[in-house]
């Protein structure tokens, strides 16, 4: 399997599309930092002193809205309140200002919004892992090998999952490097506040990074999945890119509409690759849990990977 992982990443990398694809990504990390430097954003504190005094305002009239609402308030909308109320609470008890001087990890954070390119690029070579050995007509090489063809597929998968971490791998440390020489690390540093199920807990600016690098690159990968399977299954790479592309980008949108309407929206794929949703703000339908997302991620991702599978070791590749 090793050798096989081997020859796959060779291949990869014996095409220059490959380091266009990294290119791109450390170049539009390197614009956004000089865009932010050129703006004077680096190193500044915003000047706000009595923000203990703003958090107590808003704490009220997040409260007043909850009373006037009462029974007829919807249970996210009470769940972000509630939430809200919680976080400024603990700030004003443990003096942690919300105002923070701009930083490495402020610039990491920011550039972690390219996590999606990384998750497109991710997607390309997913979609033509398979699909271009049939185009090419080198599927034929492989399967002469006395190799099982469950091997071949999973080294290609193998392949997928190490190209998608060597790009989040290069986005992050590239923004930590950039970020550090740009703007340099904090003084006092303050923690980032995770909430979940009522309860608030600190967390270093690296650890909160590093697993919000972490949950948003699970739609890069659920994604890559699917592509990976329409790439096994019609041996076409624009169609796995185009769709896969198509609902990268249109997949979350058309399930808030749909969930505003119907609670079945929640068995939909996109309404469960944002974990942090369960972290950062409220569920996208009503009674949805974190321990059901990762269940319906894992139904989909066997699912995809199962359709490959089948379709794949039963390819006639003779004509």
């Not at 539009?28 to 050129?38: D, Q």
């Not at 958090?55 to 007043?64: G, R, V």
């Not at 998750?119 to 006395?146: C, D, H, M, Q, Y």
Request: glycine share 6%.
């Amino acid at each position: 399997m090793l050798n096989l992982i081997k020859n796959e990443w060779m291949k990869i990398f014996r095409r220059p599309g490959t380091y266009v694809m990294i290119g791109l990504l450390l170049f539009m990390v390197t614009i956004t930092g000089a865009f932010i430097k050129y703006q004077e954003q680096g190193g500044s504190v915003p000047d706000n002193q009595n923000w203990e005094q703003g958090l107590l305002l808003e704490n009220e009239s997040l409260k007043k809205q909850m009373e006037e609402l009462g029974d007829r308030i919807p249970e996210n909308t009470l769940l972000y309140y509630e939430r809200q109320i919680a976080l400024n609470e603990y700030r004003m008890e443990h003096h942690i200002s919300p105002n923070e001087e701009y930083s490495v990890w402020s610039f990491v954070k920011d550039t972690s919004l390219m996590i999606d390119f990384a998750g497109l690029f991710t997607i390309i070579i997913a979609a033509g892992i398979v699909a271009s050995e049939f185009n090419w007509g080198t599927i034929k090489l492989l399967l002469i090998r006395p190799i099982n063809r469950a091997r071949i597929l999973g080294a290609k998968f193998m392949m997928v999952l190490l190209f998608g971490f060597l790009m989040l791998f290069l986005l992050f440390a590239y923004s930590t490097l950039l970020g550090a020489v740009l703007f340099g690390f904090p003084e006092n540093p303050a923690p980032y506040l995770s909430y979940y199920q009522g309860s608030i807990t600190e967390q270093s600016m690296p650890l909160h990074l590093f697993s919000f690098y972490c949950f948003e690159s699970i739609s890069m990968y659920m994604l890559a999945a699917m592509a990976f399977m329409i790439s096994a299954v019609f041996r076409n790479n624009s169609l796995a890119i185009g769709l896969s592309l198509f609902l990268m980008f249109t997949g979350r949108q058309a399930t808030e509409l749909i969930a505003m309407k119907f609670s079945w929206a929640k068995y939909v794929l996109f309404a469960n690759t944002d974990l942090m949703q369960y972290f950062t703000g409220v569920p996208m339908v009503e009674g949805m849990t974190l321990p059901f997302s990762v269940f319906m991620l894992l139904i989909y991702f066997i699912l995809f990977l199962y359709l490959a599978y089948i379709v794949f070791k039963k390819r006639d590749v003779a004509s």
